[in-house]
């Protein structure tokens, strides 16, 4: 029976949903069309950089997968690179143990322009060379599963490839975009020097037994000896890679070797697994897509802010028809599951529809998310971003959770609906309590201070999440969507003849004096999309003249000179100690301040940087901002307390290490300690960099190449003609005057913030299409008492203009609102959420004139829609009521 | 399709196993002392030095170190292994061309395999392994080192020639053999020099250790026992290569209970007919070597057995028909009885031959002796190969 019961109660309901609701959404074609779209931006913009996030991170995995299949165990330096030295050793520890050791040896090869010059540091197939042992590889299970080895070059053989001068293999995607067939030669610069490769086969993503190797990517195979002579890196190793033969006691002996590889290691390599490579990828561009996520998740509630707005409408829109039925016998449940079943459709379609504009979405905010981690801190190979089933099924419960939890209040308001009283009162209007308004502001303006000063949390790799700074910008954001209707009775109390000899003005600031709940939602919503935009406005500013005046204060020199390809984070190309001295002897060069920088795991692993650079150079040349100013103590002289080093902010945030502490690092000489002299702001990576003088990086790691150098001309020298003189002699080098360089570092810079800045547009979008709904709901609300107005006798264009005033005085008080919210967002994200994730503290600069055209263009469209929607709701005739 | 990887493997191996007892193609003009292709050829044993010559010579095209033995623990549990460290050198100038270091050298090329038979459980372990020279694998120059990863061969007393080889096959599978030479070294060939064809190039010196002393432990599938026995060690050096006309060769080193021992090999040619280079050699108890030709012994095959992973047909249980230098030169005729059949040896690159532990009967069926018996060119022709 009970069954029989619901599933008439089912029948009935989807029945009313079909006669009621589709009926009301073909009429309101657009409207509805617009909650959809709202709902569908929302969720489109959550997934879509969560796909591209995602997709980044995947690109990372496929880098420290290795080719030679699933590997056991990696290890590495902990710094630098490995000696090959440590190979016959670790194969006697390991003389008892079956087990596959494969060196790898990686660089960067960037392909020598031909006819299309790419300019300096947009060297778009930049490729990874992978060097494996050609030859020992073969001993790893199912050697022929390695297209490399299937491979036929030109004359239908095997790729020879061990010793090879010039034969490398190349994946599908690079061969593809260089039109590179197989037996032809070009150049690339590996190092800086160019070398000719000739292409023995071509790595196929779709033949490979194991898909996921990153055949597709910008990469390069080729002999490990070879690629040690190519880039002048004889001796070394990136990694080593361990694979435990299959057998009895696998487990056992798979942990054996693990023992045997910590015991021998004397902190000269670090043990990793693959998955736990992977992680440390991830845990470097954690903080990175947190935010993103973060981010992504307010363009989302502000999305949903609208659509409570607007099912909140519709419920006073439908309030007679509601009443209706209601006296027709159709019971206060059934309405308000038909209001939630209707919010639930919308769900399915909104989400529906932002799965396809978040995939599509994803294909291009990709490249930037894999821009910017290619640029900050890791190569990346992605091109396109998947969507997985589960992401699609989360999208779609995203949606639908926005949805019904938008409708729920609507569906109990409009089951609340009696009948009688509201065939009788026709709209029956909410007034806003400013007691309750101001009380509750206050409670989450409280909550927001108290989030504020709380600490982050700390994340597994030293990653800190500033989930209270979220927290507290979510509780700013509330209170002043509670506190911004007030403005409203404020703007009435304006009193004036003007006003009284004014009737819209007069008109419109009598409903002011007691705002209704649909002008709280109206102004709400727009104080959130008008906050959100105005905070990121202030954040992207603050970053661009924080980082313009670090830029000013440490590009002093003339000329800067790097490697082809070399703009990315781990781009191994380094210039090579003849080079160096054949440029600083140059007649015109004044000094020559030489930099180095190697990964280093600080503490358990976590990454950060190493560098060293000449000190004394740079300290007498260029303007570090100081958080801790070095003392008279020269800088370049170990002591025996350690070697002197400055370090960023973010290393001294990030590892609580300040002027006068000590540390332990590992590098290819051994263990060294060092002693903080100084902390400086630098916003080029939030893990942070030590900094030495340059001869004692070099005496650690027994490498004099460098991976840039700044060139100071003597006066009379012509920067231009040595620029142009080197260029044309050195062909693997990038040589860049003084605002050369700096136009490449804020391309560098605002490339890494083009997400934030779609998201920035993405909030002035909705915070536009927020005011339509807004001003829409306002006049329908109204639309009896303006049907009175004209009963009294004013006019159409009267009434009109009091739609006009009343909706540009919502737009006035979501503007303030908006605004002051995004002040309060803005010092959030920089003195809270950016020092806390990346460990650096921006200048705070209001860039005055963009949020004035900000609020310009909102107040405008304001102005526009309000006229539009007082025009067309004195043109509805009385009995119409919606 | 052919991987880099059978490429090399398939190059090694025949090359190696066909100076063994193939007759050589003409590589080129003769240089003096070498061929064509730069490499060094065979020409005078006395310029060998011992124990440095136990050593690599990459002058040369190919060189392997090829030992065999019968292993018996303290309950007469019964074991048998291979133990093979191939060279192969490209030709010099190409290799003067190629990128090569200490750690990762470019023309050399290092092969290996092992293989263990237990007898009990009748499996036969066996494994390949591949490598350049450098870090993981290396065959020094004047005295014998070799390693390839974690398996080794190397001379531990220059003045007794004693040896110490470390083998695995596979986890739990390993060996670590001390072995003496109970004789001294022989050459086996006509003036130290064993011919394999009618061109000048088809030779290799050819040295042996007939009869080792082992002693060791060996683990089998985790379980670890103390052995001793008997072993065999072959070092064959040449430059010489493959006729079109040779598709296999089949080779016995046989151990007499008697203290005597027996090296014979037959090539065959494609017609079926046994190429007259074919070769047996008596050693006799104080290790003195009696040469005889193709006409005078002969090979009579047995059942065939059909390995069930290459679908080759190995004709098992050969006889070899000889004259007994002790019996003044009366035949004599010794079968070969695999203790298992299943002893073939399938590298990756599909290249297979079969490679097995045999007892020695006599005519009246009494065993008299153990050996090691290696039969290629019955999973295709290794011409075809090539």
């Not at chain 1, 490399?148 to 061990?162: K, Q, Y």
């Amino acid at each position: 029976m009970r069954h029989e019961y619901s599933e008439n109660r089912w029948r009935e309901t989807a029945l009313l949903l079909r006669w009621f609701s589709w009926r009301n959404a073909r009429r309101h074609w657009a409207h509805s069309l617009l909650i959809l779209f709202l709902l569908a931006l929302g969720v489109a913009s959550a997934l879509s950089i969560r796909l591209a996030s995602r997709a980044a991170s995947e690109s990372f995995a496929l880098f420290t997968e290795s080719l030679a299949g699933e590997t056991d165990w990696v290890i590495s330096a902990p710094s630098g690179h490995l000696s090959t030295d440590v190979l016959p050793e670790i194969r006697e520890a390991l003389s008892e143990q079956e087990v596959w050791i494969g060196p790898v040896l990686e660089t960067t090869a960037v392909p020598a322009p031909e006819e299309d010059f790419e300019p300096a540091g947009r060297e778009k197939n930049r490729a990874r060379l992978v060097g494996l042992d050609t030859v020992g590889i073969l001993n790893f299970p199912a050697p022929e599963n390695y297209d490399f080895f299937r491979e036929r070059d030109e004359a239908g053989a095997v790729p020879e490839l061990t010793g090879s001068t010039q034969g490398v293999v190349a994946g599908a995607a690079l061969a593809e975009k260089l039109d590179w067939r197989k037996g032809e030669e070009r150049t690339f610069w590996i190092a800086d020097r160019p070398v000719s490769l000739r292409l023995k086969g071509r790595l196929d993503a779709e033949s490979r037994s194991s898909p996921r190797l990153p055949a597709a990517g910008n990469i390069l195979v080729a002999d490990i000896a070879s690629v040690q002579h190519w880039s002048g890196r004889e001796g070394q190793l990136d990694r080593v890679e361990f694979r435990v033969k299959p057998g009895p006691n696998l487990d056992e002996r798979r942990e054996r070797v693990r023992e045997i590889l910590s015991a021998t290691s004397h902190g000269r390599w670090v043990l990793e697994t693959e998955e736990s490579r992977r992680r440390s990828g991830e845990i470097m561009t954690r903080a990175f897509r947190q935010n993103l996520t973060v981010l992504s998740l307010i363009a989302l509630l502000v999305g949903w802010f609208l659509i409570l707005q607007a099912l909140d409408a519709a419920v006073v829109r439908r309030r007679q028809e509601i009443a209706v039925l209601r006296s027709l016998g159709v019971t206060a449940a059934m309405v308000r599951r038909m209001w939630i079943l209707e919010s639930l459709v919308i769900g399915l379609l909104g989400g529906g529809v932002g799965i396809l504009l978040g995939w599509i979405g994803a294909q291009w905010s990709v490249r930037i998310v894999g821009q910017t981690i290619d640029t900050l801190y890791h190569a990346t190979a992605v091109e396109g971003a998947r969507l997985y089933t589960g992401e699609a099924w989360g999208g779609l419960a995203l949606a639908v959770a926005a949805a019904v939890a938008a409708g729920w209040k609507p569906a109990r308001d409009a089951a609340r609906i009696p009948p009688a009283q509201s065939m009788h009162e026709g709209n029956r209007v909410q007034w806003l309590s400013p007691r309750r308004a101001a009380g509750q502001g206050a409670l989450w303006a409280g909550l927001a201070a108290v989030f504020a000063v709380l600490p982050p949390l700390t994340l597994d790799g030293g990653a800190r999440l500033p989930l209270p700074g979220y927290l507290a910008a979510f509780a700013c954001i509330l209170a002043m969507a509670r506190v911004a209707p007030l403005l409203l009775p404020a703007l009435a109390r304006l009193q004036g003849e003007a006003i009284r000899g004014t009737p819209p003005l007069w008109v419109a600031l009598a409903r002011f004096r007691r705002p209704t709940t649909r002008h709280g939602l109206a102004i709400g919503g727009l104080v959130l999309a008008a906050g959100m935009a105005a905070a990121m406005t202030l954040l992207i500013h603050s970053f661009d003249r924080s980082v313009q005046s670090w830029v000013e204060g440490n590009l002093q020199a003339d000329i800067f000179v790097s490697t082809r390809g070399g703009d990315n984070a781990t781009a191994a190309g380094r210039i090579g100690p003849d080079t160096v001295e054949e440029l600083a002897a140059h007649p015109g060069v004044d000094a020559v301040d030489r930099f180095q920088s190697y990964s280093l795991r600080l503490d358990e692993g976590n990454p950060t940087r190493l560098a060293g650079a000449d000190l004394e150079l740079r300290l007498e040349r260029t303007d570090l901002i100081w958080l801790q100013r070095p003392g008279p103590s020269r800088l370049t002289q170990k002591e025996p307390t350690g070697a002197p080093a400055l370090v960023t902010e973010s290393f001294a945030r990030r590892f609580g290490a300040w002027r006068g502490n000590r540390l332990e690092i590992f590098t290819p000489s051994g263990q060294q300690m060092i002693q903080i002299e100084g902390v400086f702001a630098d916003y080029g990576n939030e893990h942070g960099q030590i900094l030495v003088d340059y001869s004692i990086l070099t005496e650690w790691y027994k490498e004099e190449r460098v991976r840039n150098l700044s060139v100071y001309l003597k006066p009379e020298t012509p920067a231009t003609a040595v620029q142009q003189e080197w260029s044309s002699r050195y062909g693997g080098l990038v040589f860049r005057n003084n605002a050369e360089l700096r136009e490449a570092v804020f391309r560098i810079f605002r490339q890494t913030f083009a997400i934030t800045y779609a998201l920035q547009g993405l909030g002035v979008l909705v915070a536009i299409g927020g005011i339509a709904f807004a001003l829409a709901g306002a006049a329908l609300e109204r639309r009896d008492e303006d049907f009175g107005l004209r009963s009294i006798g004013f006019a159409r264009s009267t009434v009109a203009a009091s739609a006009l005033v009343e909706g540009l005085g919502i737009v006035l008080a979501g503007i303030a609102g908006g605004i002051s919210l995004g002040f309060v967002l803005g010092a959030l994200l920089i003195y809270v959420v950016n020092r806390q994730s990346f460990g650096w503290t921006l200048a705070c600069e209001i860039p005055w004139g963009p949020l004035a055209l900000f609020a310009l263009a909102l107040l405008v469209t304001g102005a526009v829609v309000s006229g539009m929607t007082g025009r067309w709701s004195v043109r509805l005739p009385s009995e119409k009521r919606d | 399709m052919k991987s880099q990887q059978s490429e090399i493997l398939i190059r090694t191996l025949t090359v190696i196993c066909l100076a063994l007892g193939g007759p050589g193609a003409v590589l080129g003009k003769l240089n003096g002392d070498f061929n064509g292709e730069g490499y060094r050829i065979p020409s005078n044993p006395d310029a060998l030095e011992f124990p440095q010559a136990h050593g690599s010579h990459p002058d040369f095209r190919l060189e392997w170190w090829y030992l065999t033995g019968h292993l018996y623990t303290e309950t007469e549990r019964r074991f048998a292994f291979q133990a093979t460290f191939f060279r192969y050198a490209d030709p010099p100038e190409e290799r003067r061309n190629l990128i090569s270091n200490r750690d990762f050298g470019a023309g050399l090329i290092h092969l290996a395999h092992m293989a263990i038979l237990d007898t009990e459980s009748g499996e036969h372990a066996h494994r390949e392994r591949i490598n350049r020279e450098g870090w993981d694998a290396v065959a020094k120059e004047g005295g014998l080192d070799i390693r390839n990863g974690n398996w080794s061969l190397r001379m531990t007393d220059e003045t007794r020639e004693t040896l110490e080889l470390r083998g695995t096959a596979g986890a739990g599978n390993e060996f670590t053999l001390e072995l003496e030479p109970e004789k001294p070294r022989v050459f086996f060939g006509e003036h130290g020099l064993s011919l394999k064809g009618e061109e000048p190039t088809s030779r290799s010196y050819y040295i042996s250790f007939p009869r080792l002393r082992a002693e060791g432990s060996l683990s089998w599938q985790g379980e670890r026992h103390g052995v001793s026995g008997r072993a065999w060690m072959d070092h064959e050096i040449s430059s010489g290569q493959l006729t079109d006309e040779q598709i296999g060769w089949d080779w016995a080193g046989i151990q007499l209970d008697d203290g005597r021992e027996i090296m014979t090999f037959q090539l065959r040619r494609k017609d079926g007919a046994i190429d007259p280079f074919s070769y047996l050699g008596w050693v006799d108890r104080n290790g003195e070597l009696r040469h005889y030709g193709a006409g005078e012994f002969h090979w009579e095959l047995g059942e065939e057995w059909e390995s069930p992973e290459t679908g080759a047909r190995y004709p098992l249980g050969i006889v070899v028909v000889a004259p007994d230098p002790e019996l003044d030169g009366a035949e004599t005729r010794l079968t070969l009885k695999p203790l298992v059949k299943e002893q073939e040896f399938v590298g990756r690159g599909g290249l297979a031959y079969w490679e097995g532990a045999c007892d020695v009967l006599d005519r009246d069926g009494e065993k008299v002796g153990t050996a090691f018996v290696e039969m290629t060119g019955y999973a295709g022709s290794l011409q075809g190969r090539l």
